[in-house]
């Protein structure tokens, strides 16, 4: 792909998100033009101030409505897919979202001429996953190969940034309660860094290798959720028990979460956590990209700080 000019234009589905922040800010440093499609475009505003005056457009653009999608995309040689959920609010929301709305992206970018596609899926993508999320994300990196077989996809493991719900969420825990509750301590996870997850999709929009591969992006260490529960503690200064809660009381805390607005775990999530997320050790990744990962132990503990007793100073993203 050629260098590219004020002029080029990229589409970025999911734009105001935990990783696209990232990306819109990546794409506008290097001269693009950047559209962020979303279902509520006044969530991007905040992002106009990483560009120049008109280069990123916050768009309306719905997966579920091609004729809005196939606005977002025309005219755009770049496209990225960044749009996931971690839970449901509806019933078949898995389905729509990440199967039927990735494979509807890619088939409307090949027939609106765009050059790139980045599609970002998940490591537990899987067509045999017990779980409806890693079902889904399979069934879409399906439907997207179809539709346009020299998409990069890029698969990360946990994610983590300033903005996470995994390291900030278990930080905000561990200051409130006597213990911290151990679910499922043995699953594996190789959390990858948000910048360099961003790097990875400005590297697969770039370079010419990447066409029609998929990716596995992950950080230089795997460990245990219980491991990274007790880094987390360590990194807060708080002395807290780890206890393993027995399977019935989470089954328990699952079905009642049912009737939640928000539930605290959902029992698609449990099926997820009773399985190992880390990148195949034969499967292309970061460093292919030319990305060298950078670890938790680099990056965490600087916007954990405000979690530790006296702690008050705000996360800052980073770069």
């Known amino acids: 792909m050629r260098q590219p000019t004020i002029r080029q234009v990229a589409t970025v589905f999911g734009g105001a998100g935990f990783i696209g922040r990232y990306v819109v800010q990546r794409l506008a440093a290097r001269g693009w033009v950047v559209r962020i499609a979303g279902r509520d475009p006044a969530r991007a505003r905040f992002l106009q101030t990483q560009g120049m005056v008109g280069q990123i457009v916050p768009l309306a653009a719905d997966l579920g409505d091609e004729g809005q999608l196939a606005r977002a995309i025309a005219g755009a040689d770049l496209v990225v897919n960044l749009v996931g959920i971690l839970a449901e609010r509806a019933s078949g929301d898995f389905q729509r979202v990440q199967a039927e709305g990735a494979g509807r992206v890619a088939r409307l970018a090949a027939a609106g001429g765009v050059e790139r596609l980045v599609h970002v899926s998940a490591i537990g993508a899987d067509a045999q996953s017990p779980s409806r999320y890693g079902r889904s994300k399979a069934e879409g990196e399906t439907a997207v190969r179809a539709a346009f077989p020299q998409a990069t996809i890029l698969r990360p493991s946990i994610v983590f940034g300033p903005e996470d719900q995994f390291f900030n969420r278990f930080a905000g825990l561990a200051r409130m309660l006597p213990v911290m509750p151990v679910i499922a301590g043995n699953t594996r996870f190789q959390p990858v860094y948000v910048g360099d997850v961003a790097d990875a999709v400005i590297a ?4 010419e290798d990447a066409a029609g591969k998929t990716y596995e992006l992950a950080g230089p260490r795997v460990l245990s959720f219980r491991e990274l529960l007790r880094f987390i503690l ?9 206890v393993d809660l027995p399977e019935a009381l989470v089954k328990l805390q699952v079905a009642l979460g049912r009737y939640l607005p928000n539930p605290p775990l ?6 997820m956590l009773q399985r190992d997320n880390v990148a195949a050790p034969d499967a292309p990744g970061l460093a292919e990209l030319g990305i060298q990962a950078k670890s938790v132990e680099a990056v965490v503990p600087g916007y954990l700080s405000r979690f530790r007793p006296g702690g008050g100073r705000r996360p800052v993203t980073a770069a």
């Open 204 to 207: 697969a929009a770039s370079r």
């Open 266 to 271: 959902t029992e698609d999530q449990l099926l």
């Open 234 to 242: 360590d990194t807060t200064g708080h002395r807290r028990p780890l």
